[in-house]
C-alpha cells in the first residue's frame, strides 16, 4: 500500500478504512444520537475539522454505551487527497483529549465495507474475581468477589455454541429481524484473578454476549447448572435467562474480513 490513499474510482472519493480502540465510558455508544456524544460522533468531527468534508462513519459493530474496543474498524469516503500517515495522526489529534484513538488508517477498495463485508466478530469480557474492590480496573471489568468455578462456566457455554434460536439472550429493543445466529466459539478461562470470556460470531444480537455472560456468572457461582441453562436457550423467552452482565468488562476485539 502506498502512503497516498488511490481513488475509488476514476477522479472518485477515497474509501478510508479505520482501526479504533476506545474508552466507552463517556459516550452513549458507537452510534451517533442526540442524548449525549458518541464515539461515531467524535471521530466524524475530527475528520470534518482535518479535511473539511462532512462524512459518515460505517462501523463493523455498534458497541452500546460504556462497551469499549480494542479493534473496531469503520470506513469514510473522502475525497481530499490525503495520506494514510496524516489521516491517523490527524484524526488522533482533533480527538484530544477524548479516549478514542485510531490506530491504523488505510486506503481501501470501494468494495469493502466495514459492516456488510465482515465475516467475524470478536469479543471479549473480564471479570475480577476477587474480595478486593476495583482499583485499575474500574469500569473495564466486572467485580464479582464470590468464588467462580470457570471450569462449569465454559462447560456451560459450550451449549450455546452452534446455530440456535437466541431470544433468550436478546434484548427487549433489539432490532435484528430474526432471533437465528451462530455461536462460533464462547470459552471461559480463567488466569489468576481474571475470568476471561471470549465469543465470535458473524453476528451478534443486541446484548447477547453480556447476556449470555449473565448466565454463565449464574453457573459459576453454582445457582445453576449447564442444564439449567440449555433450559433457558430452548425456552426463547428473556426472562429465562440470567441478568444482564454490566457494559464496563465488555471489549470489541476484532474483525475478521
Known amino acids: 500500500m502506498s502512503a ?49 468534508e462532512t462524512v459518515t462513519l460505517f462501523a463493523a459493530g455498534r458497541t452500546d454505551a460504556g462497551v469499549h474496543a480494542r479493534g473496531q474498524v469503520a470506513h469514510f469516503d473522502c475525497a ?31 468494495t469493502f465495507h466495514a459492516r456488510l463485508s465482515a465475516r467475524q466478530r470478536g469479543y471479549l469480557y473480564r471479570i475480577v474475581n476477587r474480595k478486593a474492590p476495583l482499583a485499575l480496573d474500574a469500569g473495564r471489568a466486572w467485580h464479582i468477589a464470590k468464588p467462580l468455578d470457570a471450569e462449569a462456566m465454559h462447560a456451560a457455554a459450550q451449549l450455546l455454541v452452534g446455530h440456535h434460536d437466541f431470544t433468550s439472550f436478546r434484548a427487549s429493543l433489539c432490532q435484528a429481524k430474526s432471533p437465528l445466529k451462530t455461536l462460533d466459539r464462547l470459552d471461559v478461562v480463567r488466569d489468576g484473578d481474571e475470568v476471561r470470556v471470549t465469543a465470535r460470531a458473524r453476528s451478534f444480537l443486541h446484548h447477547q454476549v453480556r447476556n449470555m455472560v449473565g448466565t454463565l456468572a449464574q453457573v459459576g457461582e453454582g445457582r445453576w447448572t449447564a442444564d439449567d441453562v440449555r433450559t433457558a436457550l430452548e425456552a426463547r423467552d428473556r426472562s429465562a435467562a440470567g441478568p444482564t452482565a454490566p457494559a464496563d468488562g465488555l471489549f470489541f476485539t476484532d474483525v475478521v474480513y
Open 80 to 110: 481530499k487527497p490525503l495520506e494514510a500517515r496524516a489521516v491517523r495522526d490527524a484524526v488522533n489529534h482533533h480527538l484530544r483529549p477524548q479516549p478514542v484513538a485510531i490506530l491504523t488508517a488505510e486506503a481501501v477498495d470501494e
Open 4 to 52: 497516498t490513499g488511490t481513488s475509488a474510482g476514476a477522479g472518485g472519493p477515497t474509501r478510508w478504512r479505520l482501526l479504533i480502540e476506545y474508552d466507552g465510558r463517556p459516550f452513549v455508544g458507537w452510534q451517533r444520537q442526540d442524548n449525549g456524544p458518541s464515539v461515531q460522533g467524535a471521530i466524524e468531527a475530527a475528520i470534518q475539522r482535518f479535511c473539511g
